[in-house]
């Protein structure tokens, strides 16, 4: 079945990764800008890091057959500083004109700090200003709920936002909710350590349908595997779910998604 990985951090994986995503049937994928491991010390090391996601990345997944998307922003654990966050900002329209450039993300908190609200809300500023789709990254374990919360506040409190144009990702069954309810979509990540498994995946989506749903494998430099959105198939497969329906989730809703921001003109294959 051809898929769609809308949160995988290609950067990070080498290249017999992207021939095993086309072999499992990967078509396009879009890799939200995030941590390097290390907090970057300027924002030309940013400028070299977009460089290498609007252009690098591109030609290293069309070897594939591979489209590749990407999302740009500064990441909330680099947001407690305040003054490059803002060079960074200032600089990503630079390159809001790539062409394979879909949004703002992955933006959001880490650990729900006063700068990385204020990191947050400033990148919301630059995506209505351009116009763009905003990819959310919320945090882990212990401080997600209460995160969820505080960015769900802050995306409704600005009415200004158009939520069909927002993905909240790496969602779980206590947050899962609010977002769908909220008008957002939702992406749940599929991840050995944190996060979520194949089974809860496909319980969520038995509890709450397939409506603004996707799955990502969130794949990077860490305990991750870039090939979890198949097992997610497998999995759904193997409960008896109809093609169909599968196909929505991890194929069709992405598109749809997708598709709203300006630059996204990949047709599918024939
Ligand atoms: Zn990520």
């Not at 890799?31 to 290390?38: D, H, N, R």
């Not at 919301?124 to 990254?137: D, F, M, N, P």
Request: aromatic content about 10%; charged content about 25%; hydrophobic content about 40%.
């Amino acid at each position: 079945m051809d898929y769609i990985d809308p949160h995988i951090h290609m950067v990070s994986r080498i290249t017999d990764d992207y021939e095993t995503l086309a072999r499992m049937g990967c078509v396009a994928i879009s890799e939200p800008a995030f941590w390097a491991g290390f907090d970057r010390g300027s924002v030309d090391g940013f400028r070299d890091y977009f460089r290498q996601l609007t252009q690098v990345e591109p030609r290293r997944a069309a070897q594939y057959g591979i489209a590749h998307f990407t999302w740009l922003c500064i990441n909330a654990k680099e947001a407690e500083n305040v003054t490059l966050s803002r060079e960074v900002i200032a600089m990503i329209p630079e390159f809001l004109d790539a062409p394979n450039v879909l949004g703002i993300g992955e933006i959001g908190l880490n650990k729900n700090t006063k700068n990385e609200a204020t990191v947050f809300l400033e990148h919301l500023e630059l995506a209505v200003t351009h116009r763009q789709s905003v990819l959310i990254h919320t945090p882990h374990l212990e401080d997600k709920y209460q995160g969820t919360r505080m960015i769900l506040d802050m995306l409704c409190d600005d009415s200004r936002i158009d939520r069909g144009r927002v993905l909240v990702d790496h969602v779980e069954e206590h947050t899962i909710g609010p977002v769908l309810d909220a008008g957002f979509w939702a992406g749940m990540t599929l991840y050995p350590v944190t996060k979520c498994t194949p089974a809860r995946a496909a319980d969520m989506v038995e509890q709450f349908g397939s409506e603004r749903l996707m799955v990502n494998s969130a794949g990077d430099w860490g305990p991750s595997k870039p090939t979890a959105v198949p097992d997610f198939i497998f999995e759904m497969r193997s409960r008896g779910h109809s093609e169909s329906l599968i196909r929505k989730i991890v194929y069709e809703n992405p598109l749809e998604f997708f598709r709203q921001s300006e630059h996204f003109d990949w047709q599918p294959r024939a």
